[in-house]
């Protein structure tokens, strides 16, 4: 397959003073109802989760950091629509998305999120640092740009093992810049592994928009000094990331090497739970909530096309509040891990 050329984004020039309008003009998927509905409840559940860690991280349940992935539902998503057993995801520290999609049990996302004993890290992680070697998810890293380092690492034990395993690493447009991101563009390159780069771009490097801080905003043309071919993608329509998750894993498995695929896509909250995000206007944010959220496009197609009926949605949005209000009740009458586990699973 012939990889399509970068499609380019007019309104990033004024992304600092305008949401703007995001469309890389691409392809999308051609979802049947299935396939529509699948990713609303996907998208839905991520999005009541993190609503609810908000919520608890307000009440003290939740100690730390928290960083929550509301807005950017559809790059998972649709990512993992595409994925098939065995590809592995690792991500940074905005990750209970990513959690989530790739099967790992509210429950236990949640549990962990609170410090309890039946976390995923059976309460010693936290936010940031959760794994599941069953669903292939190999953390949440609160070091800036060190999953890509690692998801490299994986990319090249595939190549070792003679599989046809794809590493899927997330990073935002941030850790973009820092060094090791390079060093392991340029080993990729060089051995050509199996790896899918993503960038998630928000905009905003914690409070700083990409404007003000990065000299080349084409995400996806940073790995062109390496041979990296990269796709620009509505990270907001979920048809889209599919479509380029597609094209993207058929890269990797059919041996070319990495390829980077830059979602554009924006966060409503702020950096963490702790930033009033006072460096956009309400409008800014109100703007991307209005015309281009990724669960409302999902909702407004499957209704235009009667292919379910407001009723029908709302059994699924309850369905998801029931599972996330489950979550959010086993997270605070869970054990705390007994004192004698503090040095468990700690490599001296």
Not at 25 to 43: H, T
Not at 92 to 110: K, Q
Not at 199 to 207: I, K, L
Request: proline share 2%.
């Amino acid at each position: 397959m012939a990889l399509r050329k970068t499609a380019t984004v007019s309104s990033r020039k004024n992304s600092a003073k305008s949401a703007g309008k995001i469309s890389n003009g691409g392809p999308i998927a051609d979802f049947d109802r299935d396939e529509e509905l699948k990713a609303y409840r996907e998208m839905l559940l991520i999005r009541r989760f993190e609503e609810k860690a908000g919520q608890l991280y307000g009440m003290g349940f939740i100690g730390g950091f928290c960083h929550l992935y509301i807005g950017q539902e559809a790059v998972v998503v649709g990512m993992q629509m595409a994925q098939k057993e065995g590809d592995q995801v690792i991500t940074a520290y905005r990750d209970h998305g990513h959690m989530l999609a790739t099967g790992m049990e509210a429950r236990g996302v949640m549990a962990e999120l609170t410090g309890r004993r039946n976390g995923y890290s059976h309460g010693k992680g936290g936010s940031m640092h959760m794994f599941s070697k069953e669903k292939h998810f190999y953390g949440g890293h609160g070091i800036v740009g060190a999953q890509v380092s690692l998801g490299t690492g994986l990319a090249f034990a595939n190549r070792y093992r003679g599989n046809d395993s794809v590493s899927i690493a997330y990073f935002g447009d941030g850790a973009a810049n820092q060094g090791q991101v390079y060093e392991s563009f340029n080993m990729a390159a060089l051995w050509k592994l199996p790896i899918i780069y993503i960038v998630e771009n928000n905009r905003y490097a914690m409070g700083t928009s990409t404007a003000r801080a990065t000299a080349q905003s084409n995400y996806s043309l940073r790995g062109s000094g390496f041979g990296i071919p990269g796709i620009q993608v509505d990270g907001m329509d979920v048809r889209a990331v599919k479509a380029a998750a597609d094209e993207a894993l058929e890269h990797c498995r059919s041996g070319k090497g990495p390829i980077i695929l830059e979602m554009l896509t924006y966060r409503y909250r702020g950096h963490s739970m702790s930033d009033p995000a006072k460096y956009r206007t309400k409008e800014e944010v109100q703007k991307m909530r209005s015309e281009q959220d990724p669960i409302e496009q999902v909702r407004l197609r499957v209704m235009e096309k009667g292919w379910a009926t407001e009723d029908d949605l709302k059994a699924i949005d309850k369905e998801v509040r029931d599972i996330v209000a489950d979550s959010a009740d086993f997270a605070q009458s869970d054990p705390e891990p007994d004192a004698s586990e503090l040095y468990t699973d700690i490599l001296l």
